[in-house]
């Protein structure tokens, strides 16, 4: 078990408003990743971090930013949350040495109205 | 392009009943094949990686094997408790820095009935 939280863990926000969501992980890792999971698409990359204050943009980047100002701590901002922004949002982190795997939190179910 | 298939979609099997799943990747320079587990509302748990063909790893029931085009996740007498849903991934060929960005397959879903 890697020690990745999420919060919220569930969040039902009307459309046009913002949302920020939380990943915290306590392994000390370097990297970490947003995803998004629906139906029939698997996990997308929305975001990663390779550092503190660095980041990069995955393959499903628009309307989302993100911030790292701590080696443990990961958000994700939803600027003016859309209905096709409904999704299962995952967090991961790797250590980046001797490991390849990324680990896994246990995921925030957003619903966007 | 970039892609990771898993098939069957979805698989229905009696306990005891034996079978795969595929995963076939067009990812050049594979740099290595993960297999993870994902139970109802839960993160996807790392099983296995595999990095070369002909390599295979076994855990309790489970044994990956990986080829030069694709990889399979053979599944020996399953028990209702294998019942989740199997992701494969393989890491993006543009990696550099020592992160990994992933590139998923949409997963198989595994129903074992007693």
């Known amino acids: 078990d890697a020690g990745i939280t999420q919060s919220p863990r569930h969040k039902v926000t009307e459309t046009g408003t913002p949302v920020t969501l939380r990943c915290h992980q306590t392994?000390?890792?370097?990297?970490m990743y947003w995803y998004r999971q629906d139906p029939g698409h698997g996990l997308r990359l929305i975001h990663y971090?390779?550092?503190?204050?660095?980041?990069d943009k995955g393959e499903v980047s628009d309307g989302y930013s993100v911030s790292r100002s701590k080696t443990e701590d990961f958000l994700l901002t939803l600027e003016s949350a859309t209905s096709s922004q409904t999704s299962v949002y995952f967090c991961?982190?790797?250590?980046?040495?001797?490991?390849?795997?990324?680990?896994f939190g246990p995921g925030t179910r957003l619903t966007v109205t | 392009e970039d892609q990771v298939t898993q098939s069957p979609e979805a698989l229905r099997l009696q306990e005891g009943e034996s079978s795969s799943l595929n995963c076939s990747y067009t990812?050049?320079?594979?740099?290595?094949l993960f297999w993870y587990r994902q139970d109802p509302g839960k993160g996807p748990e790392f099983l296995f990686t595999?990095?070369?063909a002909g390599e295979e790893k076994e855990k309790e029931r489970l044994k990956a094997t990986l080829t030069k085009k694709e990889s399979f996740l053979h599944i020996t007498a399953p028990k209702p408790e294998d019942s989740a849903t199997y992701l494969c991934?393989?890491?993006?060929?543009?990696?550099?820095?020592?992160?990994?960005?992933?590139?998923f397959g949409a997963g198989t879903r595994l129903a074992v009935h007693p």
């Open positions: 990812v050049s320079g594979l740099r290595g």
């Open positions: 991934a393989a890491p993006h060929p543009l990696r550099t820095g020592g992160y990994n960005k992933l590139i």
């Open positions: 971090s390779y550092g503190v204050k660095d980041t």
């Open positions: 595999l990095y070369s």
């Open positions: 392994e000390n890792h370097r990297y």
């Open positions: 991961a982190s790797f250590p980046g040495e001797t490991e390849d795997e990324q680990y």
